[in-house]
Structures are given as structure tokens and as C-alpha cells.
């Protein structure tokens, strides 16, 4: 037999086509699909050899697919839709549309393909898209299951299965996500989770201890930070460097957003999900690294709320706080050191594309599973 024949659809900067390698499967993506002009920038940087198309995932018509001749789809439809900070439009938003195109075509192809692999978000799972795959999947004669997976845990306990096919749900970049699988005779679905997932929400009865932290959620994440299996956020990180100063956040975001920042030290071995408005917005977008290891944070958080914004500013500066760099979410989200960026894509562009992207680890141990 010869490599597996792979389309590439939604396909991004490439964190699909990093896991295949990473695999070392037999492959070769004989097309990548994206309508992202920056992103396929990134992917042909990456991967000048692959045919990248870009256009519409409705604009390949049923002939165009039937002559690639493929025997696995690897795809990450957008997770906005499904997202649980978003509408939750499901089915009804445009942005599903492409993926609702897909599964018309599937069961009309030429020849099914072995294997399928769909990665997306929580919430993905209970959609109305969700049923409409798992409806077309069957029609097909498919077989699937469905996991909502975390990186940590997924690369060192994995459930002792061996499915031969796959769809997987959205898999977040290097800290909250999900995947999925699917095959004409095991299907399976597999979501796939960064570490953390935010702070989530306090009942009433909760009292916040400092910076917006309940005693609960403080205790949970004092549990992750124990786990010795877990690498540390330093084995991620790059070396400290005049060039580091851009990174810090600047007085009006420590001001603001001080209370409602996640804050790691390079010893912790947790951070929540890197979003696309990472390092452009501050709430909600991605963890922060405290720098200033030897400064105790809850004494200054416990210190200035009576103070002045000076005196504040002066407090909060003493932990040194900056965003992770491109380069660490990369590390984080497992790409290659090899894995680069063209000079021209911007650093708010980097962070984007990155936000959108998955995690390397946990596609590719997904892969070895599905084709094992």
C-alpha cells in the first residue's frame, strides 16, 4: 500500500498537517483548503510542496473532490458557532454552512474515504451540527465515538482503544478543546483540551478570596500545579532577553484588568486557552506569566485595594507580568521548533492564527489511534 492519501480541509497554518507528521504515519496531503489569506501564508511557509487551495469549502465541487481520491479528511470546522462565550448560533450561523456542504457531499462521493478526523470546541457535542454528522456518518456506514479530551490527559492516559477511524472535535490550542473521529467501521470522536479552562463562575455562597478567586477555584489549581506528570510552563518557555520587554502589560491593562487576570509562574504546569485576541485583549484570552517568581502574589493583590493608582500600579509592577510570546503558545500547542511564521505576519496576526490553531500532541496521538 502506499501513504494514505489526506485532504486537508479548514486547514489553517497547518496544525493538522504538524500531527500527521508527528504521527509518522505513511502520508501525503494531496490538498489543503482554507480561505484565510493569512493563514495560507503561514501554511505555505511551512508547507511550500503542499497544493493549497484557496477557496470556499462550498466552492470544490463533487468532481474536484472525487479526483483527489482520498482516504482521509482531516478537518477543523469553526468552532464559533458552538463556543460557549458565543451565540451558540449552531446550525443556523453562516459560519456552519461549510461544514453542512461537507456532509450533503459526503455520501456522494465516488469512493468514502477510510478515515475522518474533526476536531472542534465543547459545546460542539451537544449541537444540532453534531447530530447532522452523526446522521450522515451512519448513513455512510460509519462507526464513531465522541471524547472530550484535555492535552495533559490525553497523551499519558489515553483509553486503551484502537479505533480505526475518526472525527474529532475542537482541540484548543494548547490549553481548552476537543476532537472527534470516524471510519466506515469505528468512528470516534474526540474533543481535546488545553490544561485549564478559566476560572469558571461562583455561586453566591462563594466568597472570593483575592483577585476574583474563590477558595474552590484556588484549590483547584493549587491541584494541577501539583501534578508531577505534568511539565512545568518553564520547559515551554524562551529564554528571557532585552526583546522581552514588549511582552510586558502596560500600566492602563494592569490597572484594569488586575483582578481578573489568570497569572502562572514558570513553576506552574497550568494556564487556560489561548484565544485569538491574545496580546491585544486582556480578559478572558489567555493566562499571563509572572515573571518576578520571589514576590508573593496574594500579598499584593491583599494590599491595594485601598491604594491609590500610583501606589496600585507600583504594587502590581512588582510581579512583572508579560503575555506568553508567539513562539511559547507554539511551544505549548506542540508545533516543531522547525515551525515558523514569514517575517511579514504581524504579532497581533500571530496571536490570532495561533488562537485559532489546535493542539499538535493530542491530533497526533489521534491520527496513530485512528490509522493503528
Same mark, same amino acid.
Given at each position: 500500500?502506499?501513504?494514505?492519501?489526506?485532504?486537508?480541509?479548514?486547514?489553517?497554518?497547518?496544525?493538522?498537517?504538524?500531527?500527521? +507528521?508527528?504521527?509518522?504515519?505513511?502520508?501525503?496531503?494531496?490538498? @489543503?483548503?482554507?480561505?484565510?489569506?493569512?493563514?495560507?501564508?503561514?501554511?505555505?511557509?511551512?508547507?511550500?510542496?503542499?497544493?493549497?487551495? @484557496?477557496?470556499?469549502?462550498?466552492?470544490?465541487? *463533487? @468532481?474536484?473532490?472525487? +479526483?483527489?481520491?482520498?482516504?482521509?479528511?482531516? %478537518?477543523?470546522?469553526?468552532?464559533?458557532?458552538?463556543?460557549?462565550?458565543?451565540?451558540?448560533?449552531?446550525?443556523?450561523?453562516?459560519?456552519?454552512?461549510?461544514?453542512?456542504?461537507?456532509?450533503?457531499?459526503?455520501?456522494?462521493?465516488?469512493?468514502?474515504?477510510?478515515?475522518?478526523?474533526?476536531?472542534?470546541?465543547?459545546?460542539?457535542?451537544?449541537?444540532?451540527?453534531?447530530?447532522?454528522?452523526?446522521?450522515?456518518?451512519?448513513?455512510?456506514?460509519?462507526?464513531?465515538?465522541?471524547?472530550?479530551?484535555?492535552?495533559?490527559?490525553?497523551?499519558?492516559?489515553?483509553?486503551?482503544?484502537?479505533?480505526?477511524?475518526?472525527?474529532?472535535?475542537?482541540?484548543?490550542?494548547?490549553?481548552?478543546?476537543?476532537?472527534?473521529?470516524?471510519?466506515?467501521?469505528?468512528?470516534?470522536?474526540?474533543?481535546?483540551?488545553?490544561?485549564?479552562?478559566?476560572?469558571?463562575?461562583?455561586?453566591?455562597?462563594?466568597?472570593?478570596?483575592?483577585?476574583?478567586?474563590?477558595?474552590?477555584? %484556588?484549590?483547584?489549581? +493549587?491541584?494541577?500545579?501539583?501534578?508531577?506528570?505534568?511539565?512545568?510552563?518553564?520547559?515551554?518557555?524562551?529564554?528571557?532577553?532585552?526583546?522581552?520587554?514588549?511582552?510586558?502589560?502596560?500600566?492602563?491593562?494592569?490597572?484594569?484588568?488586575?483582578?481578573?487576570?489568570?497569572?502562572?509562574?514558570?513553576?506552574?504546569?497550568?494556564?487556560?486557552?489561548?484565544?485569538?485576541?491574545?496580546?491585544?485583549?486582556?480578559?478572558?484570552?489567555?493566562?499571563?506569566?509572572?515573571?518576578?517568581?520571589?514576590?508573593?502574589?496574594?500579598?499584593?493583590?491583599?494590599?491595594?485595594? %485601598?491604594?491609590?493608582?500610583?501606589?496600585?500600579?507600583?504594587?502590581?509592577?512588582?510581579?512583572?507580568?508579560?503575555?506568553?510570546?508567539? +513562539?511559547?503558545?507554539?511551544?505549548?500547542?506542540?508545533?516543531?521548533?522547525?515551525?515558523?511564521?514569514?517575517?511579514?505576519?504581524? %504579532?497581533?496576526?500571530?496571536?490570532? *492564527?495561533?488562537?485559532?490553531?489546535?493542539?499538535?500532541?493530542?491530533?497526533?496521538?489521534?491520527?496513530?489511534?485512528?490509522?493503528?
Amino acid at each position: 500500500m502506499g501513504p494514505v492519501r489526506v485532504l486537508e480541509l479548514y486547514s489553517g497554518i497547518g496544525g493538522m498537517h504538524q500531527a500527521l +507528521r508527528e504521527s509518522c504515519i505513511s502520508a501525503e496531503v494531496v490538498a @489543503a483548503v482554507d480561505v484565510n489569506t493569512v493563514a495560507n501564508e503561514v501554511y505555505k511557509h511551512n508547507f511550500p510542496s503542499t497544493p493549497l487551495w @484557496a477557496k470556499t469549502i462550498e466552492g470544490i465541487t *463533487l @468532481a474536484e473532490l472525487n +479526483r483527489l481520491s482520498f482516504d482521509m479528511i482531516l %478537518m477543523s470546522p469553526p468552532c464559533q458557532p458552538f463556543t460557549r462565550i458565543g451565540l451558540q448560533g449552531d446550525v443556523s450561523d453562516p459560519r456552519t454552512n461549510s461544514f453542512l456542504y461537507i456532509l450533503d457531499i459526503l455520501p456522494r462521493l465516488q469512493r468514502l474515504p477510510k478515515y475522518i478526523l474533526l476536531e472542534n470546541v465543547k459545546g460542539f457535542e451537544t449541537s444540532s451540527a453534531r447530530g447532522k454528522l452523526v446522521e450522515t456518518l451512519k448513513k455512510c456506514g460509519f462507526k464513531y465515538q465522541e471524547f472530550l479530551l484535555s492535552p495533559t490527559y490525553i497523551l499519558e492516559n489515553f483509553p486503551d482503544q484502537e479505533p480505526k477511524a475518526s472525527v474529532k472535535h475542537r482541540v484548543a490550542a494548547g490549553l481548552e478543546k476537543e476532537s472527534s473521529f470516524t471510519s466506515p467501521e469505528e468512528e470516534h470522536i474526540e474533543p481535546n483540551s488545553g490544561s485549564d479552562a478559566g476560572s469558571g463562575q461562583c455561586s453566591q455562597k462563594e466568597a472570593f478570596v483575592f483577585k476574583l478567586e474563590t477558595a474552590k477555584e %484556588m484549590e483547584r489549581k +493549587r491541584n494541577q500545579d501539583s501534578d508531577l506528570s505534568i511539565q512545568m510552563l518553564k520547559d515551554f518557555l524562551e529564554e528571557d532577553g532585552e526583546e522581552m520587554s514588549q511582552y510586558f502589560l502596560p500600566p492602563k491593562a494592569l490597572l484594569r484588568y488586575a483582578f481578573l487576570l489568570d497569572i502562572v509562574t514558570p513553576s506552574c504546569r497550568r494556564s487556560t486557552c489561548f484565544t485569538k485576541g491574545y496580546g491585544h485583549y486582556v480578559e478572558g484570552t489567555g493566562s499571563v506569566l509572572q515573571t518576578a517568581e520571589d514576590v508573593q502574589l496574594e500579598s499584593v493583590f491583599k494590599s491595594i485595594e %485601598m491604594l491609590s493608582e500610583e501606589e496600585k500600579l507600583m504594587k502590581l509592577s512588582t510581579l512583572k507580568l508579560r503575555y506568553f510570546t508567539p +513562539r511559547e503558545i507554539e511551544n505549548l500547542h506542540g508545533f516543531s521548533p522547525e515551525f515558523g511564521f514569514p517575517d511579514k505576519i504581524t %504579532m497581533k496576526q500571530r496571536y490570532r *492564527l495561533l488562537g485559532n490553531s489546535l493542539n499538535v500532541h493530542v491530533v497526533a496521538k489521534l491520527i496513530s489511534l485512528l490509522t493503528g
